[in-house]
């Protein structure tokens, strides 16, 4: 009998502004973001191009993950 992992919607590997953020916070610069919702939001966005694109490296605009939940 084999041992099955499944992997869901990993993280991207490269350099992404979330993971740059967590770099600054950890020297002690802060965070670029607003609050950690939008830290998660941005994080969210990331997840899905690694999905649907194969990108490991992206810089999500504010402009996008700022969008999120708005009703057209």
Known sequence: MGLTIIVKDGKPR????????????????????????ARDKCEFIERKLKKDLGADES??????????????
Do not use: H
């Open 14 to 37: 490269g350099e992404t502004r979330s993971s740059i953020d967590r770099k600054l916070v950890d020297a002690g610069w802060g965070s670029s973001f607003k609050d950690e919702a």
């Open 59 to 72: 810089q999500v605009p504010a402009s996008i993950y700022n969008r999120m939940g708005e009703k057209r």
